[in-house]
């Protein structure tokens, strides 16, 4: 009789343990979302980070997340130099098999999405062009890296979305944002570039 309620206690706490285990890991990917968007699932313009599942999560700290995907990846990411007041790391996603890295910043109550993926990576987004096109052109960053940027304006806002591109060390970025122009081209300006 002690030998079964011991073992049936065991098995109690084993089914509460793993429960909270898959309670805790089971919640809406950030990743999930924005591939959603990319291929024109969701109609919303923007990805609000209030209604995601990280919203009482604390900021990053953005060295140590750096540090982790250079153990990952093999690879020294592109740093941010300057960000604006409030632009805060909340989530990222390091995938190790396609070779990809996604954070989201939160600024001004809008998600600004940054990635990173290699070479060899698909990198096909399947990017359905919602918003209306205003201007292209280049940035010339730190050592000479020429970043292209496109220009959109978003229907109901007065910031426009940028989209910035560019390749170093064989690892091509992406950088996604709605915020003011000078912030934008500050940031892009301000990209820490090292081996």
């Known amino acids: 009789k002690r030998k079964t309620r011991i073992f049936f206690a065991l098995a109690a706490v084993l ?15 950030y990743w999930k979302v924005l591939m959603d968007r990319e291929a024109g699932e969701e109609q919303a313009s923007f990805i609000n980070v ?7 999560t604390e900021d990053l700290d953005e060295i140590q997340v750096f540090n982790e ?23 990222y ?22 990635s990173m993926y290699m070479n060899d990576t698909d990198s096909s987004f399947g990017q359905t062009e919602i918003d209306t096109l205003v201007d292209e052109y280049q940035i ?9 940027v ?29 915020l ?7 940031i892009i300006k301000n990209l820490s570039f090292y081996q």
């Not at 996603?93 to 940054?114: A, F, M």
């Not at 496109?150 to 989209?163: F, L, Q």
Request: proline share 2%.
């Open 69 to 91: 995907i250079h153990q990952k990846l093999g690879i020294s990411p592109v740093h941010f130099i300057y960000t604006p007041k409030g632009m805060n790391l909340k989530r």
């Open 15 to 29: 089914v509460l343990v793993c429960g909270s285990v898959i309670t805790g890991t089971g919640s809406k990917s």
């Open 93 to 114: 996603e390091i995938e190790e098999e396609q070779g990809r890295v996604v954070l989201l910043y939160e600024y001004n109550d809008q998600t600004i999405y940054y």
């Open 140 to 148: 010339l960053a730190e050592s000479e890296i020429q970043v292209d």
């Open 50 to 56: 209030e209604n995601m599942d990280a919203q009482k």
């Open 180 to 186: 003011e122009k000078e912030e934008f081209e500050e």
């Open 150 to 178: 496109k220009e959109y304006a978003v229907e109901g806002h007065e910031e426009h979305r940028y989209v910035a591109e560019f390749e170093y060390m064989d690892v091509q970025y992406w950088f996604v944002g709605l």
